[in-house]
């Protein structure tokens, strides 16, 4: 197997029926990948799916809830590819996101590609993911780099050797810029592929968006 799709969730049924319709329209081989999805400790997902089976292998793991850093570790637990890729159940996979992401993955290397904002109405979610494009221009190079872990991919054997993310971290927004802060002290290098991409449906206000971006200022610390 060459890839994995770890798929974690958490009582949002409808997102992660729109997201597994999005891995059906994959343009990569059927039989190079499979997808795991982590249910973390939400309702049932066996019917959404189901009802948009992506035609490849797709093990559902369910576990009392830990959080989206603990499920993404689980699903690498479960999963079979040499290579790892992480996705959210709140976003789109645009049709050539596996096979880009499996030529341009390398050993020793740590893959971050492109997300643009589904909700482009919403002005705090619009401006987030303007702030993020902004962060991975300016710090692409430095130290500082990191990638968001809604689209992101690395060998497995790697993954594994940093040891996950970090289990303390029991909200989404920091866990995968520690993350990517750890990976890159090991020796990872971080590099930017922007044709690998994605849509993110992130309803933000002006509270989660302040409380978003707090919790990725102090994971750099």
Not at 94 to 114: C, F, Q
Not at 197 to 213: E, K, N, Q, T, Y
């Amino acid at each position: 197997m060459e890839l994995s799709v770890v798929l974690p969730t958490y009582n949002r049924p409808d997102s992660l029926s729109r997201c597994l319709a999005s891995l059906a329209t994959q343009s990569a081989e059927p039989s190079l990948w499979e997808v795991v999805v982590v249910n973390d400790g939400g309702v049932d997902v066996g019917e959404a799916v189901r009802a948009n089976d992506p035609g490849v292998p797709v093990a559902i793991v369910n576990q009392e809830n830990t959080g989206p850093a603990g499920a993404r570790n689980r699903g690498v637990e479960h999963a079979k590819g040499r290579l790892v890729a992480f996705i959210d159940d709140d976003c789109l996979a645009e049709p050539e996101w596996i096979e880009r992401m499996m030529a341009a993955a390398a050993p020793g290397e740590l893959i971050g590609g492109k997300v643009t904002n589904l909700l482009s109405t919403k002005v705090c979610s619009e401006a987030s993911q303007t702030l993020i494009d902004h962060l991975y221009e300016s710090f692409e190079g430095t130290d500082y780099m990191f990638f968001t872990s809604n689209n992101m991919c690395m060998h497995s054997d790697d993954f594994r050797r940093i040891g996950g993310f970090d289990t303390s971290f029991r909200t989404s927004a920091g866990e995968d810029r520690e993350f990517c802060v750890r990976a890159a002290h090991a020796g990872i290098r971080l590099r930017h592929v922007p044709d690998v991409r994605i849509g993110h449906a992130h309803d933000l206000g002006p509270v989660s968006f302040l409380r978003m971006h707090f919790k990725y200022g102090r994971a750099a610390s």
